[in-house]
């Protein structure tokens, strides 16, 4: 009997392995890369219940919650996905906050969803317990490419919204300082530059989050403003003034910007109101720009209007608020050049290895202070670094059930328990991996 039980398991282990055809070989390559210590995990994860026949994945809609308020989510939540109301959905995203191919398949499956995930939950508590009338508390979410940085942050902004914060997001900084719309020098001082395109993207997303609390707590202005000889802003006038006038005179939208997010800073300490400022690849504003001067040298970043302005809140020097903030190795050189999970051509890895040297994605740390150098990681310092894992087991059947609910998952040889144990040893858990291994299926 015994001998027979150990014919059985090897002729099965020989099956799923050229089952793995309906998979392409590259993303087992891919795969690979994210390390060897990652595998070992990983085929014991998948191979423990290895089934003795292949059978239908029974869908149990356990990976649901109906509380779309996340200011009362808890453990019990944990990997279940829950939809943002379309209303706030698109107050929240509309002009930003989720890549391109996260933007379409949340049109694809007609409901912006988000997992519950723990440092998520970690993050809504700390800003429950905090004390705000004391020096602000930076965040900093850290993890591997694919993790789900992006996504908890974005859980946290909505956490936000409900809670009535000053939202202050940014959720692409390489917009401002790598590949800006516009670029024309400073009319205050000569040596910055302004990005009034997206100065005036960025006033239009902070009217969306705040324009219900802006009349509520009637802010305005501290000081006299002189945009021009014709048009001024007088101590006293609202600030919402100050914003519109940023909007419709694109030509001093970067300057409008940054006295607006300099009034919220100093008028914080008032206590009439609270302030989240919540900013996607947080490491973008200490890399290199590649703005450049007239004469052809680059701008530093701290010479970029809005770049400045915005890090200014980085600080601890305010009180009644708090920085959540990530950070992403694919900003990091060379990962700037070449997406990171994805074959390089020929010519392009050749020119890459010769400029840089020969890399691979453990040669760059995920911690923050790798990411940040060392001037970010000293203007962030003290902090609290929260991971943001790849997915556990529950987590991922989680996820797989969404996509079978979605329709996102087609083949019926992926819906199998087999089907299920490959898709989770090629993505190695990653959410990222996960969803682009199923977008085949």
Not at 75 to 95: C, E, G, R, S, W
Not at 203 to 230: C, G, I
Not at 255 to 270: F, G, P, R, T
């Amino acid at each position: 009997m015994f001998h027979k039980v150990l014919t059985n398991c090897f002729i099965h282990s020989i099956n799923c392995s050229q089952r793995v055809h309906f998979l392409s070989k590259q993303r087992l390559l891919w795969s690979s890369n994210a390390g060897h210590n990652a595998v070992n995990t990983v085929i014991s994860r998948c191979l423990s219940s290895t089934p003795s026949a292949v059978t239908s994945h029974t869908v149990v809609d356990t990976f649901r919650t109906n509380q779309s308020d996340p200011r009362l989510h808890s453990t019990q939540h944990l990997a279940m996905y829950y939809t943002i109301p379309a209303d706030i959905a698109t107050k929240l995203f509309v002009l930003g906050g989720f890549s391109g191919q996260q933007q379409r398949a949340f049109k694809t499956f007609r409901e912006t969803t988000l997992m519950v995930r723990r440092p998520a939950l970690e993050v809504m508590d700390y800003l429950r317990r905090a004390h705000y009338n004391r020096p602000v508390n930076r965040y900093v979410l850290y993890g591997p490419i694919g993790s789900g940085k992006t996504f908890t942050a974005n859980h946290v902004l909505h956490y936000g919204f409900e809670e009535k914060f000053v939202l202050l997001y940014c959720p692409n900084p390489t917009d401002w300082v790598q590949y800006p719309e516009e670029t024309s020098q400073s009319s205050y001082k000569g040596q910055r530059m302004d990005t009034p395109i997206d100065a005036a993207v960025w006033l239009q997303l902070f009217r969306t989050h705040n324009n219900h609390l802006l009349d509520e707590l009637d802010l305005r202005a501290s000081k006299q403003y002189v945009w021009s000889q014709r048009e001024i802003t007088e101590p006293g006038d609202p600030l919402k003034n100050i914003l519109e006038h940023g909007i419709s005179r694109i030509k001093h939208s970067s300057d409008c910007m940054a006295v607006i997010l300099k009034e919220i800073k100093e008028q914080s300490v008032s206590g009439k109101y609270r302030v989240l400022v919540v900013v996607d690849k947080a490491n973008a504003f200490y890399e290199s720009s590649k703005i450049k001067y007239p004469d052809r040298s680059l701008v530093d970043i701290d010479n970029i209007t809005i770049a400045r302005a915005f890090k200014k809140l980085f600080t601890n020097d305010w009180t009644n608020g708090a920085v959540v903030a990530t950070v992403d190795k694919k900003l990091v050189v060379p990962y700037r050049i070449h997406k990171v999970s994805r074959p390089f051509k020929a010519k392009a890895k050749s020119r890459a290895s010769d400029n840089w040297g020969p890399f691979t994605v453990s040669h760059i740390s995920d911690l923050p202070h790798d990411l940040l150098t060392n001037t970010g990681f000293k203007h962030f310092d003290p902090f609290i670094p929260i991971e943001v894992p790849i997915y556990d087991d529950k987590e991922m059947e989680s996820c797989l059930n969404y996509y079978n609910d979605r329709k996102w998952i087609q083949r019926p040889i992926a819906k199998t328990v087999e089907g299920r144990n490959e898709i989770k040893f090629l993505s190695a858990f990653n959410p990222l991996e996960t969803y682009e291994i199923c977008c085949g299926l």
